[in-house]
């Protein structure tokens, strides 16, 4: 449940690029503002599950020099439980009953850096207020849908012809440094998988519903240490959840010898995104909505406190 006053902001990489991929990438100033153009008619919408769903960039502000952007995400949607409440004491509970047309709606605030990475022009940093429901899928379909409908732009190909383009926006979650760089610097040693199956009738004399484990155990037996292992990890994580694996646990020996064997939720990919992301923790003063109609200028200030710090780190 989210907490009336306390957020955790996760951080992404946002990559900029075309389509066709030979078309030359805009500026994320250039996109944003677009979206914003859209947000003010209240039209930047991305609707899904037969429109029982709706993503809204609600709302969009550019600092006056153009060097960062705040947008306000709002997800309502219909299929959502009708929300309960329980008294404390004597454990009485009521619900509230979503009206015609409603839906159980949450918002977040991201905050985004206008200004390239040093390292790559097409690459920019970016603060999202973690909220479920909001996470890194919703928020990077939302925009790119919203993108494609205002931000198309002609260019001429090397043989100067016109042709016509769009920008593709891509988030790349920025992993913690603790958990990855722990890895990177000791030896994977093992990845094992693990998915649980209900049985039915039929397993012995009593009608018994019993779990059933089933394992799956990959052997390192290269990347095992450094960068390279990281982009392992994430790869196979990626291939067991679509295999139907629920669960993942890495077997591996950091730089002091000791091994351990840590073990992740990867069933959802937010589950795991939230427990392997980069993460700040921030606090307001007045209680925060579940889900809030205006840009909160307190949120905004925490976020671009946390960005500023994160993009000045990456510098040093």
Known sequence: MLHRVERTALHYD???????????????????RAVAELSSKGEAI???????SVIRIARVRIHNNGSRAVLLFQHSDRDAADPSFSELVTGETRTEQKGLGEGVAVSAHMVIDLTPSARNPHVYQAVLEHVPGLTKYYVEQALQSVVRKVAGYRFADINGLSG???????????LQESL?????????????FIRHEQLG???????????????????????????GVVALMNRLI??????????????FTNEDGKTKQPTFDISRAENFEAFVAKASQFEVE?????CEAEIRADVSRKLDALLQRHVAGLAA
């Open 238 to 251: 990626k291939s067991g959840r679509d295999k139907g694996y629920t669960s993942a646990k890495f077997v």
């Open 46 to 52: 991305w609707r899904r599950n037969k429109g029982k």
């Open 286 to 290: 007045d209680d925060l909505a579940q």
């Open 180 to 192: 990855f760089a722990e890895v990177a610097k000791g030896q994977l040693n093992q990845i094992v």
């Open 201 to 227: 009738d039929g397993f012995d004399n009593e009608p018994a519903v019993l779990p059933k484990e089933e394992t799956y155990r990959l052997q390192a037996v290269a990347e095992r240490s450094g960068k």
């Open 14 to 32: 946002v990559g900029v690029g075309s389509s066709p991929a030979h078309a030359p990438a805009q500026s994320l100033l250039t996109i944003i």
């Open 164 to 174: 016509q383009a769009y920008p593709v926006l891509s988030f790349s979650t920025r």
